[in-house]
């Protein structure tokens, strides 16, 4: 789909009555604004999704941004450390 100008910019009353015209003619002409102190645009989908990168689970980004060529001290957990917040008599 060729991505044009909007032929309109939709007022927000308009937007409201007019909404399944507004969502057809942003599949038919293109994107469809609406408003003009704080425009918004109407657009399909798929054209949305094909234009943002998604994004990678925080998981997977945490481990290829991990830092290399640091030595970490890991604590030792094998102490017997206090425990904040826990009553000795519930241990």
């Known amino acids: 789909m060729e991505m044009s100008k909007p032929q309109r910019v939709w007022t927000v009353a308009e937007a409201k009555t007019h909404l399944s015209e507004i969502l057809r003619l942003a599949e038919v002409e ?29 998981g997977q980004w945490l481990v ?23 009553d000795e008599e519930d241990e």
């Open 30 to 58: 293109g994107p469809q604004t609406i408003g003009t102190r704080r425009p918004c645009v109407v657009v399909p989908a798929d054209t949305w999704y094909a234009k943002t990168v998604p994004r990678k689970p925080l």
């Open 64 to 86: 290829e941004n991990m830092p290399r060529g640091m030595e970490l001290e890991i604590p030792d957990r094998s102490s017997n450390r206090k425990i904040p917040f826990v």
